[in-house]
Every structure is written in structure tokens, then in C-alpha cells.
């Protein structure tokens, strides 16, 4: 992966198959450091399954026989020092917590995070997103997303609209700006 | 900035055109969006779809994602399904192909062959 939006777009999209109804992105960036933690209330593991996750040759699905998506970010975050961790409870839910170090040499830019949350709130399996980042700028506003609002808004007017779908894709891109 | 007060007129506006609309179901157009479609580019490939059927007054055509399908090697791919629910799949789908799928099988109800996962896989076993 090229960038951390990626990353968070790929790791996130766990929740969907995971009989989630809400996952939670949340990213603080620092001079030093980015601090992310994806939080969903699906299914969760056990922990058997806890334990294999992070081994690329362990995945549940049946298209192939490879799980890359928490490996890799795993393996980004470690190679700056950062870390990534995860806790889950079968039934209640699973939380992936990464830090990366930004002073590291390999260490990956942010990315379009814009473009991964309008990937990620325009899911079409009804999955809840609440996505908060803190900005490093202490003058730039925090930005935050929260669908259950969205959808309140919408009354019924499905996410998949075309004319929705772009104005909250150029929504997300001027809250970030 | 744009506001979420913003969103209530939009919401007005869509919600008339989805009464106007005719019971017809049009194209749905579906992009690869697992660790496979990602790294391989898919998620700017999802935005340009989004873009191009809202820039085009596209109604009736929606655009979503969907997992793997098993395809890794020749992503990103993208599944088009007409109105009597048949599919076509298209292979190593990037932003400039959007537009070429959108002109020519969306708009004008022809298959870009050349851009079929039957094509783009036949090509790579030629190579080898």
C-alpha cells in the first residue's frame, strides 16, 4: 500500500463482513506520530482466530487462501518502530489500534483519507461510519462524519443516488480542505 | 465548506427524481474492493465512476462496491450488470477506462471487449 488512507479503507472494510452496524475511524495526526484506531461492534474473534490474524496465510474467506489486509498494515507501522495491536471479544466486536512513527524513514503519508471515507461511508451493506481525525495544524478544524446524522438528513433518499454520492464525496473533500 | 444544510435541498431534488423515475432498472456498476482491488488502484477507479454517471445525469445506473471475487492477479476489476441481470466483468480497470466503459457499454450498450477479464487474462497467457 502506497499510502495509510489505503491501509484504513482496506482494514475498515473488515467490519462489513463482520456483521457490523457502526465502525469508528479515528485518526490523530501529530509532528511525530499518527495515531489510528478502527473500532467495530461486529462479530469479533476468538481467540484462536486472534491469533492467526496478523499471519498473512490465515484469512475466512473462500475467493483465496491469503489475508494481507492486517499484515501489511501491521508491517507498516512496525517498520517505522509504531505498532499495531488488536483486541477483540467474540459477539461484541473487534478494535485495531496503530501507531506509526512520522519521524521514521519509512514512514508512509496519510493519503487521500477523504476518498477512503467516501469509499467507506457509501458501503452498501447498511454499515453505520463515524470517522474523526485531529489534524497536526492546530489551526485547521477537526473533521467528523457521522452517517447515523447523514442518514437523518436523507430520510429514506438512499447513499447510492448519484447526485448523493458526489455531493457528499465533494462534502468530505471541502471539510477536509 | 460545504454543510450538511446543504444536503437537505439535495436530498428534495433526489427524492423527486427518484419518484419520476420509472420502475426500469438501469446498469449497476460494481468495483473490486478488497486488499487485491485496493492496492491495485480501485478506489480512485470507484471515485471516476462516481463522477462520470453524476457529471453524465446517469440516473438510473448505480455505482457500488463489493469484496474479492478471486480475481487478485488482474485487478482492479469492475462488474457491470444490465437489466436482465447479466454480467460482464471487466479486468485491470484504471481511471482512464472509466470513462471509455461509461461512453461506450453504459451509454451506448456495446462491451468494451477489450477490456473483458476473458481478453485481458487470454493476453497475459500469450506472454507466458
Known amino acids: ?98 501507531w506509526m512513527n512520522m519521524h521514521s524513514i519509512d514512514a508512509i503519508p496519510l493519503g487521500d483519507i477523504g476518498e477512503s471515507i467516501f469509499v467507506l461511508v457509501t458501503n452498501p451493506y447498511d454499515v453505520d461510519v463515524v470517522a474523526t481525525i485531529r489534524f497536526k495544524e492546530q489551526e485547521k478544524v477537526q473533521f467528523k462524519l457521522d452517517t447515523r446524522e447523514i442518514k437523518i438528513i436523507l430520510d429514506g433518499v438512499p447513499f447510492s443516488e448519484p447526485t448523493i454520492m458526489v455531493w457528499l464525496k465533494e462534502y468530505i473533500k471541502s471539510n477536509l480542505s | 465548506m460545504k454543510t450538511l444544510e446543504e444536503l437537505k435541498k439535495i436530498r428534495e431534488e433526489a427524492a423527486n427524481k427518484i419518484n419520476l423515475r420509472t420502475a426500469k432498472n438501469g446498469y449497476r456498476i460494481v468495483v473490486g474492493m478488497a486488499t487485491c482491488g485496493i492496492t491495485a488502484g480501485a478506489r480512485p477507479v470507484l471515485a471516476a465512476f462516481v463522477d462520470q454517471v453524476a457529471a453524465k445525469h446517469l440516473d438510473n445506473v448505480t455505482v457500488t462496491q463489493v469484496g474479492c471475487i478471486g480475481e487478485c492477479a488482474v485487478e482492479p476489476i469492475v462488474e457491470v450488470y444490465d437489466t436482465e441481470g447479466n454480467r460482464t466483468i471487466y479486468a485491470e480497470v484504471h481511471e482512464p477506462d472509466v470513462e471509455t466503459i461509461i461512453n461506450e457499454h453504459i451509454m451506448g450498450g456495446k462491451v468494451v471487449i477489450e477490456k473483458t477479464i476473458e481478453v485481458i487474462k487470454s493476453k497475459k497467457e500469450e506472454v507466458l
Not at chain 1, 489505503?6 to 457490523?20: P, Q, R, T
Not at chain 1, 479515528?26 to 499471519?55: Q, S
Not at chain 1, 473462500?62 to 495491536?85: A, D, H, M, N, Y
Request: hydrophobic residues 35%; proline residues 2%.
Open chain 1, 1 to 98: 500500500m502506497v499510502d495509510l488512507s489505503l491501509h484504513i479503507l482496506d482494514v475498515a472494510s473488515n467490519a462489513f463482513k463482520a456483521n457490523a452496524t457502526l465502525v469508528k475511524i479515528d485518526i490523530e495526526e501529530k509532528e511525530e506520530y499518527i495515531h489510528i484506531t478502527i473500532e467495530d461492534n461486529g462479530c469479533g474473534m476468538n481467540e484462536e482466530e486472534l491469533k492467526k490474524v496478523t499471519n498473512p496465510f490465515f484469512t475466512s474467506r473462500t475467493t483465496r487462501k491469503v489475508g494481507l489486509g492486517i499484515p501489511l498494515f501491521k508491517q507498516t507501522c512496525e517498520q517505522t518502530g509504531g505498532s499495531l495491536t488488536i483486541t477483540s471479544e467474540v459477539n461484541v466486536g473487534t478494535c485495531i489500534d496503530a
